[in-house]
């Protein structure tokens, strides 16, 4: 448990063991926590998704609420001013208005911004906090598996029915996954995307989940048609993974994938790469470590006399 942690819990330790009770703060404060509650997702919502969707899109609102009712602690301060910060330099939404989806910034807001040594993030802090109150173990484990998910790179290699089955380039895993966005893709695409787990490893749901619209990595020169080449991605991981001087290559690229080399390094990747979109999936051409070669970044504008 980190220091943010401690800090909350022992905050509420704190007021719980409080003996005078304001009784007009407790009434305004229940009232404000209805009105919260009536934004998580409702079942009759929920009926008209996929069962492993829905799953995740109700404990996902539900980490959403907690967030807004933590993110005016003082101990998560630093945190939540760094994503308030983000949201106003990437105004998440959707292209063309922004190519950082809702989905993915929360996710990344959520769970992979993180501060200190201990690496917490708002998902760290509300693991803590839930099992300190002895909170429901199903709730506990899939914000488990959400605070430990990431982006990752995947080559797509066959559609199985409604599945897609991706091969995470580094981990060499293949696993099979349902795209609520819809987007089944073509053999030999790259993805990158967030892949949800199934929660209790193929006993329940047997397959996983793309949580985030993919967004598919085309050719450099932003090729609509031309998919982005798979040597080019490995030469990329080789070149950034080395540099990371981790031994174990693949606890690199699952740190890198989550981390970044700074905190925004993923973010302006998307929002330097992006190219276009589709309803179901947006693309991005370029490597984050060669600023040329994304279309959006500062080096290409000025190059093109942009700017």
């Known amino acids: ?80 001013n760094i994503l308030e910060q983000a949201d106003d330099i990437y105004l998440p939404s959707s292209p063309p208005k922004s ?68 091969e995470e380039l580094v981990t060499r895993e293949e696993i099979k996954v349902i795209v609520p966005a819809g987007y089944q893709g073509k053999k030999d695409e790259i993805w990158y995307a967030r892949v949800m787990p199934d929660p209790y490893k193929n006993l329940s749901y047997g397959y996983s989940l793309v949580f985030t619209t993919p967004y598919i990595l085309v050719d450099i020169n932003g090729n609509l048609g031309s998919s982005a080449k798979r040597d080019d991605w490995e030469a990329f991981f080789d070149r950034n993974l080395k540099a990371a001087g981790k031994k174990d290559k693949i606890k690199a690229y699952k740190s890198f994938m989550k981390y970044g080399k700074n905190k925004y390094f993923w973010n302006e990747y998307i929002f330097e790469g992006y190219v276009n979109y589709q309803e179901d999936m947006i693309m991005l051409a370029g490597f984050p470590d060669i600023p040329l070669s994304m279309p959006h970044s500062e080096e290409s504008q000025k190059e093109r006399g942009e700017i």
């Open 1 to 80: 448990m980190g220091p943010i942690s401690k800090k909350v819990i022992a905050g509420f330790k704190k007021a719980k063991n409080q003996k005078i009770i304001d009784f007009k703060e407790l009434k305004e404060a229940k009232a404000y926590s209805q009105d919260l509650h009536k934004t998580v997702v409702s079942e009759d919502d929920l009926e008209k998704y996929d069962p492993l969707h829905a799953v995740y899109i109700y404990v996902q609102n539900k980490v959403s609420l907690l967030v807004e009712q933590l993110s005016d602690l003082p101990a998560l301060s630093k945190l939540t």
């Open 99 to 166: 190519p950082l989806t809702k989905s993915y910034f929360t996710c990344w807001g959520f769970f992979d911004l993180c501060v200190g040594i201990k690496k917490e993030s708002f998902g760290t802090v509300i693991l803590d906090l839930l099992k300190n109150l002895k909170a429901d173990p199903w709730l506990i484990k899939i914000i488990e598996c959400m605070q430990s998910s990431r982006m990752g790179i995947f080559i797509h290699k066959r559609n199985l029915d409604r599945y897609v089955i991706l």
